[in-house]
């Protein structure tokens, strides 16, 4: 089975701290995800990436970056995180391609509290 | 961006009472189509999934759907839910075109034993 690992499962930080969140897959898997899923919005896309140092903007990348330094490794950046942060943060991959078809695999997520 | 749409918020059932939630999207163009749930606690699992073929899907755990491209609406069924049923559901587009997907807000289900 696909395992997307997420390093912490809750995290507390202070406003204006950088926080790193990190998600691991064990499938060479191409395509890394990284979602926020909020109450009656369902999951909004912050960034993608397609191969190692690639990265695409999602639907809401204010705030926050990415790194992709290793296939399997894609880390979310807040660079100074503020309580509008505060959400279920989601990482997910896929395979490219045809292989695209088969969906997604999700993490368990890091519920982020920014105080 | 595409949009996906699902109607239903939160809809609560008895046991044994037939569900269906509903989803459309936005794309024209030729579509992946998928419904995840996540139980309470845990992480979105995938229920079911189309991309090509019979519209008609099976997926787990007694649930299917139907794509009806014409509608662009792929609404998610079982004919009697149970108290394991408990869940947020979401429905997803993806396309090769944009190689990524889109969610609805999702919907909770609460079923009453």
């Known amino acids: 089975d696909v395992k997307v690992t997420q390093s912490s499962r809750y995290l507390v930080k202070r406003t204006g701290e950088k926080v790193f969140l990190e998600c691991v897959q064990d499938m060479d898997h191409e395509n890394m995800f990284w979602y926020r899923q909020d109450p009656g919005l369902g999951l909004r896309l912050i960034y993608f990436?397609?191969?190692?140092?690639?990265?695409e903007k999602g639907d809401i990348p204010e705030g926050y970056s990415v790194s992709r330094e290793k296939k399997e490794r894609f880390s979310l950046i807040l660079e100074s995180a503020s309580t509008n942060q505060t959400s279920m943060y989601l990482c997910a991959s896929s395979l490219r391609g045809l292989g695209f078809n088969y969906g997604y695999t999700f993490g368990s997520g890091t519920r982020l509290t920014v105080v | 961006a595409q949009s996906v749409s699902q109607h239903n918020h939160h809809v609560i059932l008895s046991e044994a009472a037939s569900l269906e939630l509903g989803c459309n999207y936005s794309y024209g163009g030729t579509v992946n189509l998928f419904w995840y749930v996540q139980y309470p606690g845990q992480h979105l699992q995938l229920l079911l999934k189309y991309f090509s073929g019979d519209p008609l899907v099976k997926g787990i755990k007694g649930f299917e759907a139907e794509f009806i491209k014409s509608k662009f609406s792929f609404n998610l069924r079982k004919p009697s839910v149970q108290w394991s049923d408990t869940a947020e559901y979401f429905c997803a587009v993806g396309s090769s075109n944009f190689n990524k997907f889109y969610f609805g807000s999702g919907t909770k289900l609460n079923v009453k034993p």
């Open positions: 990436s397609y191969d190692v140092k690639m990265k």
